[in-house]
């Protein structure tokens, strides 16, 4: 594997998404500025200055990977950050109003057997519709996240851990959009709950140990009675995995590789297991091991099995987990956008799931991934949980 080192030596990796991806994204891009773009009224010279404009941005990730060596962690200002997202999006809600137009012309001309002319009119129309609704979804994306409560019931759960109070924070993705204030605010929210436990399921940052010290520094004042602890996700595993969770402990989280904590209420107990990402193994690192995450745990104690990617949801279940904790999908980001995402993660993506007894909840995410900062129709989330007895 190639790729520019980070400083503990773990390679990140060139490349997350095939070429594929990338040209699919410029087809796209090409058959917006082909059937929206160029029929425009305009002079050429400026509607060649708006294609030129919406290819290079709508290519921004594959522009970062050159340029900075990821995908995943673009240094550049914030605003910008924001506006690239901004006309990306807007390009993808025109291609959809794009082809629900040209479905509609071709419909129409069928019927009437002659040519459609769409107004310019029209096109002005879906244009503002997709500037407004890519502007909305990245408020949405980038926004503190409001806290969602719910209430999880768990088999053989203690009399003493009814009603326990837990925040789970996953897919944070500190970067130069999700900065220093956001996570104070962030953080602050948190503690307002006033909850038993804090665990983060993965994908804390994006960017190395210097870029993110800022950023990262917020983290240090999560509290609660019984602890903050912490999983890594695929990104710790693209920025130097060793380094980071180092970091994280240094900042009061304790961290969980393959491993369990008991927790003890009188003479009631609950174990919290955590395994490391399926991405480890590409680094040459340990990959998910629940039979050894479980080992030595108490018999009878129910396990609450944190894991950064739904995906393996099953294993987890025949091992003997009780409530699995996951991110990594964000939730689709789009509504009708998880339907996609659900097929990469064996048809988990956001909610509460029943797999094989085993309670399973996927989060739409604190944050997410700076490339696609948009949320419609699935909001983020600070997400406190209560357990109660099944």
Not at 211 to 225: F, N, Q, S, T, V
């Amino acid at each position: 594997m190639t790729g520019k080192l980070t400083e503990v030596g773990h390679p990140i990796p060139p490349r997350v998404f095939p070429p594929v991806f990338h040209l699919f994204k410029a087809l796209l891009c090409l058959y917006v500025v082909i059937r929206f773009l160029w029929p425009m009224p305009w002079p050429k010279w400026i509607k060649a200055l708006i294609a030129i404009t919406l290819m290079v941005v709508f290519q921004h990730s594959y522009l970062s990977l050159l340029v900075f060596g990821t995908m995943f962690s673009p240094e550049v200002p914030r605003t910008v950050m924001i506006a690239v997202n901004w006309l990306a999006g807007s390009i993808l809600f025109l291609a959809i109003l794009q082809l629900a137009l040209d479905v509609i012309s071709l419909v129409t001309a069928a019927i009437r057997r002659r040519s459609i002319r769409v107004p310019a009119a029209v096109r002005y129309a879906i244009g503002v519709v997709a500037l407004s609704t890519a502007a909305f979804a990245v408020s949405q994306a980038i926004r503190v996240p409001p806290v969602k409560e719910m209430e999880i019931r768990i088999k053989n759960l203690p009399a003493e851990f009814d009603g326990y109070r837990m925040i789970q924070l996953t897919d944070l993705h500190l970067s130069r959009l999700f900065e220093a204030p956001w996570a104070e605010q962030t953080v602050a929210l948190a503690n307002a709950q006033n909850v038993d436990l804090i665990v983060l399921t993965g994908d804390l940052i994006d960017g190395t140990l210097q870029a993110r010290e800022k950023d990262i520094a917020p983290l240090a004042k999560l509290g609660a009675k019984d602890g903050v602890f912490t999983i890594p996700g695929n990104h710790e595993y693209y920025f130097g995995h060793d380094g980071w969770m180092q970091k994280y402990q240094e900042l009061g989280l304790t961290t969980i590789s393959n491993g369990h904590i008991v927790l003890s209420r009188g003479e009631g107990k609950l174990t919290i297991a955590g395994v490391n990402d399926v991405n480890a193994t590409r680094f040459g690192l340990e990959g998910p091991d629940v039979a050894k995450a479980l080992a030595g745990a108490p018999e009878g104690a129910p396990v609450i099995l944190l894991d950064h990617q739904p995906r393996n949801a099953r294993v987890s279940a025949a091992a003997g987990a009780d409530l699995q904790l996951s991110g990594h999908t964000h939730g689709g980001m789009i509504r009708g956008f998880d339907q996609l995402v659900a097929r990469f993660n064996n048809g988990f993506v956001s909610g509460l799931y029943d797999v094989d007894g085993m309670q399973l909840y996927v989060n739409n995410g604190t944050a997410l991934w700076i490339g696609f900062a948009l949320r419609l129709g699935v909001p983020s989330e600070l997400t406190v949980i209560t357990l109660k007895p099944a």
